[in-house]
């Protein structure tokens, strides 16, 4: 397939979701480019002829990569950035000058920036869930020095190889469980909009901790009107999405992405 002007796009199997076309569109608009970002279906094992079929289009600048395709696409690229092969998961492809493809994970960049004024070195930080958002939080949070993580999950195993992996020495503990911590990071869907909520108990933060939900929708999720009422700060998902997504348009489109939080972008994101 060709297209008659520079294009990117989001591919995964369900796709008709994903808010990536309205992030990027909302972008070029605003920057004027001709160019234009779609999503489009890649069933499972549709993946590699999507590659094959996209190298050879000229028009074609790389695409953002959601499930169930984080984890094959890493075989199928020329190189793969090493924080990305860490984590397991790439979320982002772009095609360099020679033509090679290359993957990186954007959601640290998003991670990092959510986090931005967080004294994370020596910190204590309670990781809620062990799944795919976990990944690339854990290893955001040993890098910057982070000296004990707790991950809460309702499967003792599945955090386990979690912190085997990505942070050794990490403990385990039943979402129920208070334990201390300067930073609580919500990895899991829970609290997204019609998504049940446990209430976690946040007794056993330290006064003035930060409580980062990943959840973009709604803005106000439960865990985050609890923590506020308590006194802790708070941020919530569309800050990660936005700069995981703009980490992405740079490499795509080779500029800055013009984030503007008070452009009524967020609202849309969040609504």
């Known amino acids: 397939m060709t297209s008659s002007r520079p294009y990117a796009e989001v591919i995964g199997d369900p796709i008709a979701h994903s808010k990536s076309p309205l992030i990027h569109r909302h972008w070029l608009g605003k920057l004027g480019l001709d160019a234009d970002y779609r999503a489009w279906r890649v069933a499972p094992g549709e993946l590699a002829d999507y590659l094959a079929a996209r190298r050879d289009d000229p028009d074609w600048r790389g695409c953002n990569v959601t499930m169930p395709h984080k984890q094959a696409i890493l075989a199928l690229l020329d190189s793969v950035d090493p924080s990305a092969a860490a984590i397991g998961a ?97 990895a899991t869907p829970l609290g997204m909009a019609g998504q049940p909520w446990p209430r976690l108990p946040l007794g056993g933060l330290a006064p003035g901790a930060m409580v980062f939900d990943m959840v973009y929708a709604p803005a106000r999720t439960e865990l985050l009107v609890d923590a506020h009422a308590r006194g802790f700060r708070t941020v919530g998902g569309a800050t990660m999405l936005l700069f995981q997504a703009a980490q992405a348009f740079a490499t795509f489109f080779g500029k800055p992405a013009p984030i503007d939080l008070g452009d009524g972008l967020v609202e849309q994101l969040t609504a």
């Open 90 to 186: 790439v979320n982002t492809v772009g095609r360099n000058a020679d033509g090679r493809l290359h993957g990186q994970n954007t959601d640290l960049h998003g991670i990092h920036r959510s986090l931005e004024g967080v004294r994370l070195e020596d910190a204590e930080v309670v990781l809620v869930g062990a799944g795919g958002a976990a990944r690339p939080a854990a290893y955001a949070l040993r890098r910057a020095g982070v000296r004990r993580l707790t991950i809460l999950t309702r499967d003792p195993a599945k955090g386990r190889r979690l912190a085997d992996q990505l942070f050794p020495g990490a403990e385990i503990g039943a979402l129920a469980s208070e334990p201390a911590g300067d930073l609580l990071v919500n």
